[in-house]
């Protein structure tokens, strides 16, 4: 069974908000009812799921056209938002638990009054083992520069352990260290050329543990037992949190390329089940750049 794609598509409008002088105006989205039912899958979103200890795949799941706004986990379910429905997929085995139609999306116009101030940026929070990490950008100014803010603090006492800055983007905890993306090799600085992306283990303490190189331009690391676990492009790496070995690199490729959508993408997002058995990744094919 496959959902039916002859019907026309939703066409998207990112969510913004234009101050100028005294007027503003925020776009919304609003669900419209649909013809279409939840009647099966389809690419070039797709979920792909490893074993945790090996790196084998467990099970692939097409997921529709794409993957909108944060999927998020409940009870070892993921629950996933497209352009057309809502779907909930078992993390352990892939089942499609339920599916409901939403319908297509429009957008509509709704006017405010006054200037939009500008705001400071908040940091980034996490929160794991006993540790609380804040991130916050450290390069504003500079497209040059690729570098975060990062400071822990014991969640328990609230006194600081360690705040400076460091190459990279994005930074996660994750089995015990700080996971930092770095798409500088290293630097801080971008010079336009080939870079080599880094995943980069630091203490709670400030202490550089370890690096390994990554493919691609991934933003997402997680913590699965004494494993940090991180995509590159269509792969999937396992890295010893201890000692910064590579315990498995897989690439089970893009389920949801073919057709048109014959670029293969990169995995979004990673999750994992409560016990740590199953990782699951987000991943979405992608049409050819045209002119």
Do not use: K
């Amino acid at each position: 069974m496959a959902i039916d794609l002859r019907r026309p598509r939703r066409i998207t409008v990112a969510a913004s908000a234009v101050a100028v002088l005294a007027a503003s105006l925020v776009w919304w989205a609003v669900a419209q009812p649909s013809d279409d039912v939840c009647d099966g899958e389809v690419g070039p979103a797709a979920l792909v799921a490893v074993d945790a200890a090996t790196g084998n795949e467990a099970w692939t799941s097409l997921v529709g056209s794409a993957v909108i706004g944060d999927t998020t986990v409940e009870d070892n379910r993921l629950h996933v938002r497209t352009p057309d429905h809502e779907l909930v997929v078992a993390m352990d085995s892939g089942e499609l638990v339920s599916c409901v139609d939403v319908g297509q999306e429009i957008i509509a116009p709704q006017a405010t009054s006054g200037p939009i101030p500008p705001a400071a940026p908040a940091p980034e929070v996490h929160v794991a083992d006993g540790v609380r990490l804040e991130v916050l950008p450290a390069s504003e100014g500079s497209v040059n520069r690729q570098q975060i803010r990062l400071t822990t603090i014991d969640d328990e006492s609230g006194d600081e352990r360690w705040t400076g800055v460091v190459p990279g983007f994005e930074a996660r905890l994750a089995a015990g260290v700080v996971a930092v993306i770095d798409q500088t090799g290293g630097t801080g600085n971008f010079n336009w050329a080939d870079q080599e992306t880094r995943l980069t283990a630091y203490s709670p303490d400030g202490d550089q543990l370890w690096h390994v190189a990554l493919p691609g331009s991934p933003n997402d690391a997680i913590g699965v037992g004494d494993l940090v676990v991180a995509p590159g492009e269509t792969s999937i790496v396992a890295v010893d949190a201890a000692t910064g070995g590579v315990v498995w690199d897989v690439d089970h490729g893009s389920p949801g390329a073919n057709g048109r959508y014959d670029i293969a993408g990169e995995y979004a997002r990673l999750f994992a089940t409560d016990d740590g058995t199953v990782v699951v990744g987000v991943i979405e094919a992608r049409e050819p750049y045209r002119d």
